[in-house]
């Protein structure tokens, strides 16, 4: 048993009224996958800020690199914890928690005195992210036929990357109408105190849209609430083969109460599959797709943009993100899960490269501060804004959205709840450790920086051609069975 089980969902499970069916459960998994939207606002936020923030507080790059990586650390403890909580209270009361905690952080970042109230609310931030980051997908997975569990997966990707673009554009607009992002914007604040105040809006819209959406099926049988869920499986589902839905996830919850000791194999050792799932999300974060999104204006201002260009900069790069990602929604169900990956791997790497070689090979000079950076002359600086945007590509077309997909899925519906929160709270760690190391590196060397992320890419192909077994249009029964895990049918339900 697992703290996020999931509807068994073979061939039958659809009735007679699928396509009204299928229409409410888009809407459904819209909704959850909002907290993806927060997630991606919350993260991305901190972008526009970031030099104003340093000037402020005055702070060096060690500390501004901790401020800017402090959510992921609320990230991490959130992902690890939600499962259980979940498991325990809901999966809409969690959801609930999570635009509470995106409300108090946009508050409290926003009037921050010093720099370590700053961390203390972005840590508050955090945490509701990684709960985001765990229920959102395991969600959607337990409400989804086979047949779209990847398209439907991948909302939770779309989600993230309209929250990126959306906090990069009020960033632009906010800065824009301040004349700096440093500058007084009203009521006594700067631009970038407002930047985090408005997350208040659609903290309080995934609040209000979690009570409208139904509590889990999975989670309504493990609590012994049979009507209610018939009721929801119904409406997701059509009535024909209830009963036996039913039965099927009784028969996939027998067992003892969800533990992390459900990740052990009988015969010790933890089993294959977690491995799989906590490399990959590591590996999604090792690339340095965050460095593009938490610190790219500060990146292009090292390399000859002013400020107002750096922003416009910013928000093309996360319009191509969305782009790329309606892509990749498209592809996940026809052409698979592990092409992607390979082809996104491919890519990154030789994007990356091209970086690497740009700012590595660029003439140092030295900015107002009295401190050397890159200087991209020639062609090589339309290059490098090439190679970032198509990047930027690679990753939206495969890693961004692919891995969540997988999260949400590749997982045995006995141990599903651990493995997920473990996989995503080594996510969170991973992006923890490139974010608040970016400062330093990129005083360091750039080109170091793009280099090592072009080197993660390049493992990042022969760890998936090896390990990464293809998931589209499986049931989620054969995941077990991948694992190696059977369970003997009991016909008579199970307690959480």
């Known amino acids: 048993m697992s703290e996020f089980g999931a509807i068994p969902d073979g061939p039958a499970v659809f009735g007679d009224d699928e396509e009204s069916s299928g229409n409410r459960v888009i809407l459904i998994a819209s909704v959850a996958a909002m907290g993806g939207l927060l997630f991606g606002y919350d993260s991305a936020v901190i972008n526009g800020a970031v030099s104003s923030i340093q000037k402020d507080f ?56 010093e720099i370590w109230s700053l961390v203390f609310f972005r840590i508050v931030g955090g945490v509701g992210v990684g709960v985001a980051s765990v229920i959102a997908p395991a969600y959607i997975a337990e409400t989804s036929p086979a047949r779209i569990r990847g398209r439907l997966g991948s909302l939770q990707q779309l989600a993230i990357v309209l929250g990126i673009f959306l906090s990069l554009l009020v960033d632009y607009l906010l800065a824009e109408m301040a004349g700096g992002a440093g500058e007084d914007l009203a009521l006594g604040l ?19 849209l979690a009570t409208t959406i139904p509590e889990s099926p999975r989670y309504l049988v493990a609590t012994q609430r049979l009507p ?88 093309f790069t996360s319009l191509v993100n969305i782009v790329a990602t309606f892509v990749a929604i498209m592809l996940v169900d026809k052409v698979g899960r592990k092409p992607l990956l390979l082809v996104g791997s491919i890519g990154m790497t030789v994007t990356l490269a091209v970086m690497a070689v740009c700012f590595g090979t660029a003439d140092q000079v030295m900015n107002s501060d009295g401190e050397m950076q890159p200087e991209l002359s020639g062609a090589s600086g339309p290059i490098a804004l090439v190679a970032a945007n198509l990047f930027v590509v690679s990753f939206a077309l ?28 080594g996510q969170w760690t991973a992006n923890w450790a490139i974010t608040v190391s970016f400062p330093s590196l990129k005083s360091f060397s750039l080109g170091f920086s793009y280099g090592m992320y072009a080197t993660f890419a390049f493992l990042s192909l022969l760890f998936v051609t090896k390990f990464v077994k293809e998931t589209k249009g499986l049931t989620l029964e054969d995941m077990d069975a991948q694992a190696g895990i059977t369970h003997k049918p009991s016909g008579t339900g199970a307690s959480a």
């Not at 119904?234 to 459900?262: A, H, M, V």
């Open 58 to 113: 005055d702070i060096a790059d060690s500390t501004l690199g901790f401020a800017v990586a402090s959510a992921l650390l609320g990230a991490a403890a959130g992902a690890l914890n939600a499962g259980r909580i979940a498991d325990r209270i809901g999966r809409l009361k969690v959801m609930k928690i999570a635009a509470v905690l995106f409300f108090v952080s946009a508050v409290g970042s926003a009037f921050a005195p």
């Open 190 to 208: 700067e631009a970038w105190r407002w930047m985090f105040l408005a997350m208040i809006v659609p903290a309080v819209v995934y609040g209000a």
């Open 228 to 315: 209610e869920a018939r009721k929801v499986l119904t409406l997701l589902f059509g009535e024909k083969n209830l009963e036996l839905t039913i039965t099927r996830i009784q028969d996939s919850l027998t067992g003892d109460k969800p533990s992390w000791k459900d990740l052990k194999r009988p015969i010790g050792g933890v089993y294959p599959i977690v491995w799989v799932g906590l490399i990959l999300s590591i590996f999604q974060q090792a690339v340095g797709i965050n460095v593009i999104f938490y610190y790219s204006n500060v990146l292009w201002e090292a390399v000859g943009f002013e400020e107002s260009s750096a922003f416009q900069t910013s928000v």
């Open 398 to 425: 495969s890693w961004g959205p692919v891995v969540w997909v997988l999260l949400g899925e590749m997982f045995p519906n006995r141990f599903r709840g651990a493995a997920l929160s473990l996989a995503a709270a």
